[in-house]
């Protein structure tokens, strides 16, 4: 069974510009959530998704936002880079996202702004 | 807010050394307890969890007890190898329908030859 797989590995930035990181859960799969991880500030939720639907978010600007296809897919994208959003972005699936169910990460894209 | 814990790191021991990372955290209610280990260059794995007090999680020689009067999560392991080098994570997860892991700052372990 193949796991969490996200596309792009490494990624380089200006400032100002935008992104978007892709991510494939593992099959049958329903739930995704995205963190991202920096030196400074440890690993951060930033949203989970279930059945197309964003059903939680954590606490950051507007400018990072996602969304999940039919297929469970997940996207996020990071609008107006910034130098603070240089990260490793690791994405995670679950069967259902339930509260104490067991993530699945994957290797994480790597975002360099510049 | 909730909140994880850890020992700074890193934390440098001899291979077969008995090793312990410290975990505590600060929850309203009870929370499920987690040990995620990132190895280099890879994302997070579960490497075993608790969902309620006294619960005893244990994987790869690796253990930890869930202790709610000292709301800790310490990691024990009785003799680790070089393959155990990686970056320990310890999280929280609440019934609040938040469905989302709070992290600590994870530990930096290192084991010599």
């Known amino acids: 069974k193949a796991g969490v797989t996200q596309t792009p590995r490494y990624l380089i930035k200006t400032r100002g510009q935008q992104v978007t990181l892709s991510c494939s859960p593992i099959?049958?799969?329903?739930?995704v959530s995205w963190y991202q991880q920096t030196p400074g500030q440890g690993l951060q939720f930033l949203f989970e998704y279930f059945s197309e639907t964003q059903r939680n978010k954590g606490n950051f600007p507007g400018r990072f936002s996602g969304r999940q296809f039919s297929n469970s897919r997940s996207e996020m994208n990071v609008s107006t880079l910034e130098l603070g959003d240089s990260a490793l972005y690791l994405c995670?699936?679950?069967?259902?996202?339930?509260?104490?169910?067991?993530?699945?990460f994957g290797s994480g894209t790597q975002l360099s702004v510049l | 807010g909730d909140s994880v814990t850890q020992m700074e790191g890193p934390v440098t021991l001899s291979e077969e050394a008995f090793l312990t990372i410290n975990c505590t955290y600060t929850a309203t209610g009870y929370p499920s307890l987690f040990w995620y280990v990132q190895y280099p260059g890879e994302g997070l794995q579960l490497l075993l969890k608790a969902t309620k007090a006294d619960d005893k999680g244990s994987n790869k020689g690796f253990e930890a007890t869930y202790r709610k009067e000292t709301t800790s999560f310490h990691l024990e392991k009785g003799s680790v190898q070089v393959s155990d080098s990686a970056v320990y994570f310890c999280?929280?997860?609440?019934?609040?329908?938040?469905?989302?892991?709070?992290f600590g700052s994870g530990t930096r372990l290192q084991v010599q030859p």
């Open positions: 999280a929280l997860s609440m019934d609040t329908g938040r469905r989302a892991l709070t």
């Open positions: 995670a699936s679950s069967v259902t996202g339930n509260w104490n169910e067991k993530l699945f």
């Open positions: 099959s049958g799969h329903r739930s």
